[in-house]
């Protein structure tokens, strides 16, 4: 190749390999748009140094040539300068998407291949011929059809890169301003130099002079870096800090509509879109919040709680109310930070009930501890003391025969505590489980009245029940079989000789079965009626002078609200108890 060099070529290829400097330090800088950017200056490198080369050539074959290499710079440069701008506004995604990409890149590469191979078709340039009528020799193009169409392709491009740079200008702070402005005006030079020369504006006749604003565009970004730091702060785009925000904001106007927001919001109203929302009043969005209207209306900055519905779910929000005031427009904006604190506020709730179960939970323990210091011990020093009496011969066989009802009596007792506290100590571990199962309720009833048969023979009393065979439930069999037995061996307690005990059971239109235990006995006076469940000392005694505490009562309550059931109790001093149980049928 023979070259000869000009002032044109000569600055051309300096000014060539600066930009390929340049960009080497604009990459270096970081950041996804300073990137972008220094591919940008790659391609004006590219297209520079071979334009450069193409006027210092003499013959045409040589010219075609670096006319090729110049459309590897000509067709990337509009598309790097788009993607830098999505970049620098925050909006990267719309090329990320495979459609948008693939129409990006088309026409670039279209170009490239026509212009290659233009000597077979001649759609890109009509005709390219040499001329000698200046001080060096250059191409003379006549234009193509697709010339047209991706210099349409350019200006599309440059002007969607500029729209959006004007955009963030009128809208960024004023540290941001400066860096838009820079880039503005140094990309409308390159287009306005473009346009002249496809208008025909061509110094020495053939000079394109578009290379060289690109290059003066290259100088103007260079002064930006140095004066206005243009790639020291890259401004984060705005929806995308408030779209990462867990936080809702909401920015009403003078009227209290919505004017914008960010989709944080939309977990904390039942607007689901941008067409619903953007101008709904505030009230409307926020319904029944007299107070936090009031204090936007009284112009009151600070922290409202509010407690809102969505769903079916109950949230707890603070919003913070900020006044945003613009004085060249006079118009007084209302910011609404909205923050969830449904999490705290029930962790807050969670912790206050697990106190008080926690302090429920220490009073029964007490309670226990008191009924094994005094009415599980005293039986046990009477039996003990009568053992030693019988070992050193203090007391005579028939001593001993008088006084084996009431010992039978203190054993009984002392048996059915001693299985009370069991049961509830077992309840009360934490890898005590339920097993709920479907069961025979009259089976478990039958048992029962054969258990205290015997008890209920020794005082004459009778059990009658009036259960169906086939009655099922779904409950925990272990922890059923407890409460009737607490409740059965309580009637014959507190029943006198030759009453009677009934069991019904019947299915209930809520799909629970009802048992109830009734009987005609000295009933459960008021005092004693109040303490019942209530995790109260209550000390009691049966018609033949039996012993109670009213452990077996909360055990069978704390049983019974595992399986999802109840138990209740009516009664009449003097005249009986009737205890009913509610147990699932599924």
Known sequence: MNFTYNGYAIFLLICGAVLIILANYIFRRGGNAVKWFSYMMISNAIWSIAYGLELASSSLWQI????????????????????????FCGKE???????????LLIMPILAILLVWTNDYHHLYYENIALATDG????????????????TIYFYLLLACGCYLIFIKFRISDSIYKKQNYSIIIAALLPWLANIAHVLGVKPLGHLDI???????????????????????????????????????????????????????????????????????????????????????????????????NINDEKLYLEAEILFLNDNKLNNDFTIIKLQDLTSIRNETIRTKEQAQELEKLNQLKDRIFSIIAHDLRGPLVNLSEVLKMIANNQITIEEFKSISPTLSNDIIYTTDLLENILHWSRSQLKGFGIKKEFFNLRNLIINEINYHLPGATLKKIKIIHDVFPGEMVYADVLMVQIV????????????????????TAAYQTSGMMLVCIKDNGIGISKNILDKLFKD????TRGTSNEKGTGLGLMVCKDFMNRNSGNITVETEEGKGAKFCVTIPTS
């Open 210 to 308: 578009t290379p060289f604003a690109f290059i003066l565009t290259s100088f103007l970004i260079l002064i930006g870096i140095y004066r206005f730091k243009l790639f020291d702060i890259i401004p984060i785009a705005r929806e995308k800090v408030l779209e990462l925000m867990r936080d809702g904001f909401l920015l009403l106007d003078q009227q209290n509509r919505v004017i914008d927001y960010n989709e944080s919001v939309k977990r904390y109203i039942n607007a689901t879109n941008e067409k619903k929302l953007i101008g709904l009043p505030g009230e409307e969005i926020f319904q029944n919040q007299p107070e936090f209207f009031k204090r936007i209306k009284d112009h009151e900055q600070g922290k409202v709680e509010l407690n809102i």
């Open 135 to 150: 001080p060096f020799p250059m191409a003379n193009i006549d234009f193509g059809l697709f010339y047209r169409i991706f």
């Open 93 to 103: 995604c719309w090329y990320k998407k495979p459609l948008n990409l693939i129409l």
């Open 536 to 539: 109260e000392n209550v000390t």
């Open 64 to 87: 075609k040539f670096f006319i090729n290499v110049e459309y590897i710079g000509i067709a990337s440069l509009p598309l790097n300068w788009f993607i830098f701008c999505l970049h």
């Open 484 to 503: 009737m037995r607490n409740i059965i061996n309580n009637a014959i307690k507190f029943c006198y000789e030759d009453c009677e005990i009934h069991i």
